[in-house]
């Protein structure tokens, strides 16, 4: 089996069709259709169901084409492993975000690292939480931004920032302030985030008590969450760097809440524990640090550099 066999099957698993697969790959429809039988032959396994206009890998294609994604995602690592330590900082890098956490990081990050790094190929792709461990572990993302997983198995966490929440009221809400601010949470009238976009699964998870929130309607963005509130009256929870979108009349509508628990994520950059660009790494992270307030910062990242073993 080679390099050129396994980038064959990804490409027509992807594309599901001969001659965009073999377009994609720089090929003609007859040499991609030879190399992937003859790889077939090699195996003898059928990675390919082929009818006439529907083309499908077999269970076990399925599985060959994955670990063939995985050696590719590996083979690249040899170019990125002369990059880093050549510092010409080129090649590709991939990273996923939660949407939570999107909206106040990517905007500044493509502008920035774009202008520091011209000649890496950014992708920013937002997830999940469970999509982007998924991404992470198989090697479709080089590294992600969110919170920190509960399983951490073969997982590194380095803490980016820590922010508080804070509630987002309605005008309507006369008492709200006073209410909210005492650390008085009426599940009546609160709108939550639909799980898997959950903004915290550290001190206070909204998301999964079912007995908590009104659930007519399970937002996936927090700017709609603050729509539905301003229209609909109670309230919601929102990150601290949300307010910055608020509107001068609806920052009057918030509240941090006084909690015996502190009401706040750790956002953290996650990476394989095999992950090996350093200079790549520390790039993303000084970038982060220069878009981050200051004051919610982690420690660590404001010394400098992080050395990966």
Known sequence: MTLQQMEYIVALDKYRHFVLAAEACGVTQPTLSAMIQKLEEELDVKIFNRERKNISPTT???KIIRQAQIALNESQRIKEVVSDETDSMNGTLRIGILPTVAPYIVP??????SH????VKLFIDEKESNALLHDLKFGDIDMAIGV???ETANIFSIPIYVEKFVAYFSNKCNKAREIISSGH???EHMWILKEGHCASNETQSFCHNMNIGNRIYEAGSIDTLVRIVDRNGGY???PELHINFLSEEQKKNTAYLNMETPTQRTVSLLIKEDFI???MLNAVLSTLNAIIPAHMVEARIK???IRLK
């Open 277 to 279: 660009r350093e200079r």
């Open 148 to 150: 920190q997983p509960k």
């Open 108 to 113: 500044d990050f493509i502008f920035r690292f």
């Open 116 to 119: 520091s790094y011209p000649n």
């Open 185 to 187: 949470l009426p599940a």
């Open 303 to 305: 010394k400098g550099p």
């Open 60 to 62: 076990i294609g399925k």
């Open 236 to 238: 919601t929870i929102i």
